[in-house]
């Protein structure tokens, strides 16, 4: 993992932090914050390792709450084009 990053759209970002707010609200966020790393850290070890679903990009769910992250592998790492709950459209 060492080297890459992870980069996000302005409006993956967006969502990522009404979702982190959201989470705050709701007194989960500390396990949102578990289930969003350990997810990031398994995609950038495993960028292609996930199924490519449009468009070259990625999905996946994170493992505790009902949220995914769709991505694009990049030379420096991911791009992350959006943050869902998994009832959203895309």
């Excluded at 790393?37 to 199924?51: C, G, H, P, T």
């Excluded at 679903?53 to 996946?60: A, D, E, L, P, Q």
Aim: hydrophobic share 40%; proline share 1%.
């Amino acid at each position: 993992m060492s080297g890459k990053c992870v980069e996000f759209t302005g409006e993956a970002r967006i969502e990522f932090y009404k979702t982190k707010c959201f989470m705050a609200f709701k007194s989960k966020e500390d396990e949102f914050w578990l289930d969003i790393d350990k997810q990031l850290n398994l995609i950038l070890d495993f960028s292609e390792a996930f199924q490519v679903f449009y468009k070259n990009v990625r999905i996946v769910s994170l493992e505790r709450f009902n949220y995914s992250i769709h991505y694009v592998k990049k030379p420096y790492g991911i791009l992350v084009y959006r943050f869902l709950n998994q009832k959203q459209d895309f």
